[in-house]
């Protein structure tokens, strides 16, 4: 980093300057493109008091992409009065010698906006989404003021959310580009891109639209760039989904043997389940005799599960270069946020309770109100639940095999894994960097729907390699061909996920089968 210096317009060097009224997210945007916690943030206006440059990328070849933040607009309206005095004798005075006395953020803003005319390629123009340009006071001005750096300008909406809609987006996106078509010869073109939530789809679609507007000599060094930043999102997902295939492929295998009596009652006591004519509420028959093997069996599969959870938790947050310590706020995120709706009665309840000697408590009020939420936080619940899909589910589910006097997870707590894993990704890519150190953002209520529907929409194939998977582990372990199978099968839920998420993603951009999506 480096700041207020000048830069040598050379091929191999591209700029992008980051421009917008006061307190728009400029600094925000800068550290979710730079994944590190760069420049000062706040809620008010003027922190940035000096133009910054950062290196955003750079090639073996010498190529470099850099990222100018300067000062926010403030007093717009004055500030392009100013600007155009630029080159007069009264017009120098006020700006060198009154203003940098008597109004330093003013004239500081007067600096950015004279090197960013000087050496920037492209000016990015962040604005509110939420706000309407007729109501913006500034927004005539701080249009003058483009068209004075007489440099292309592409407007990014900032602060759209991860909880708005398809629909809401391009319906601020149509009122922006509605509102530019004015300065269509400065504007060149409105795209998303929020500084909160990183997208990697709307990264590259501005990343991407960028390119025409360069001069032809710096098109060879940007495609190298652009190129470069693709393959190192393309390297993330593939690591993201080795590690959360590991995950699934250790759940997977997860299994524990009980002596024949414990057994038959853990087998009758699920039996019972399905007795509707047993009390609302009543202990199972034969709960109070179940016996520290079958407790310590079942608290050794939950301590299984929640390990494997938190070691994949914490390798994803290092992968997207986030601290690795925040493993057990995204878990309790996915607790709260991952709902399962599938009934779960007050016996199975009970029953858990007695198996995990006090595992589930604060979960059964929870569980009972209808549905059950999944995440390592509660992992209890979720099995919970996979023992209880349909009121008889233990016999149905094959979890529990008489002959062997084993049990192992079913297909049902699986698959709600997976869903689990899925939406574990989305939080993390997703997390932009202007919130400083990982915070357990709100994941939208549409993320859990698509994660679940992805699974439900390639249950059959999740089924067959669950099966599969059984076998193997019987045998030994899972092979190479079922680990390929497992991430083929993630990548292809991720990318239905990302395809609702972000209409036309895969028309647009190319992406088939195998290739990197957000």
């Known amino acids: 980093m480096s700041e207020n210096n000048e830069l040598v317009p050379i091929d191999n060097s591209i700029q992008w300057c980051l421009l917008s009224h006061t307190n728009i997210g400029k600094t925000t945007l800068t550290r979710t493109l730079m994944a590190d916690d760069v420049g000062e943030i706040d809620d008010a206006a003027h922190v940035t008091t000096q133009s910054q440059r950062y290196l955003l990328q750079k090639t073996q070849q010498g190529d470099e992409l850099w990222l100018w933040d300067t000062p926010g607009f403030g007093d717009s309206v004055r500030l392009y009065e100013r600007l ?30 004279l090197a960013a005319r000087d050496h920037a390629d492209v000016m990015l123009y962040l604005v509110n989404a939420a706000e309407d340009p007729a109501d913006a006071g500034y927004w005539s001005a701080e249009m003058n003021i483009l068209a004075w750096l007489n440099k292309p300008v592409i407007v990014l909406l900032n ?19 509605q509102a530019t078509q004015s300065f269509h010869s400065v504007v060149r073109d409105v795209l998303v ?48 989904l080795a590690v959360m295939a590991e995950q699934l492929l250790a759940t997977a295998g997860l299994h524990e043997k009980l002596d024949p009596e414990q057994g038959r009652l853990l087998a009758r006591a699920w039996q019972s389940l399905s007795q509707l004519t047993t009390k609302l509420g009543k202990s199972a028959e034969g709960e109070e005799r179940l016996g520290t093997q079958a407790r310590a069996a079942v608290q050794r599969l939950l ?60 979960l059964g009020a929870d569980l009972m109100a209808g549905g059950l939420t999944l995440g390592a936080g509660a992992l209890v619940g979720a099995l919970l639940g996979a023992l209880t899909f349909g009121g008889a589910a233990w016999g149905a589910n094959k979890m529990f095999d008489q002959e062997q006097q084993s049990f192992q997870l079913s297909t049902d707590y699986l698959n709600a894994a997976v869903s689990q894993v899925l939406l574990k990704y989305l939080l993390i890519s997703h997390f932009g960097r202007g919130r400083g150190r990982y915070t357990s953002p709100a994941a939208p ?20 390699l669950w099966a599969q998977l059984r076998e193997a582990h019987a045998a030994g372990a899972a092979t190479d061909a079922q680990r390929v199978a497992m991430m083929e099968l993630l990548s292809q839920s991720l990318q239905q996920i990302m395809a609702d998420l972000y209409p036309g993603l895969n028309a647009e951009s190319g992406v088939r089968d195998g290739e990197s999506a957000p």
């Open 159 to 177: 602060q759209i959310g991860s909880d708005t809609t398809a629909e809401q987006t391009q319906e601020d996106l149509r009122r922006w580009q």
């Open 445 to 464: 209520s549409q993320w859990s729907e698509l994660t679940q529907g992805a699974v439900q929409t390639h249950a059959a194939r999740w089924a067959a």
């Open 303 to 362: 301590q299984a599960l929640r390990q494997a959870d938190v070691q994949a938790t914490q390798r994803l947050l290092e992968i997207h270069g986030l601290d690795g310590q925040a493993a057990s706020q995204i878990q309790e995120q996915l607790r709260s946020q991952l709902q399962i709706t599938t009934p779960v009665d007050a016996q199975a309840a009970s029953l858990w309770g007695a198996l995990t000697a006090g595992a589930a408590t604060g």
């Open 84 to 113: 155009r005095l630029q080159g007069n004798p009264l017009g120098w005075f006020l700006s060198n010698v009154w203003d940098r006395w008597r109004d330093r953020p003013f004239y500081l803003s007067q600096r950015a906006l």
């Open 193 to 240: 891109l929020d500084a909160f939530t990183r997208s990697w789809w709307h990264e590259r679609r501005m990343m991407q639209s960028i390119a025409p507007l360069l001069p032809g000599s710096k098109q060879p060094a940007y495609q190298r760039l652009l190129e470069q930043r693709a393959g190192q999102q393309q390297q993330r997902e593939q690591a993201s």
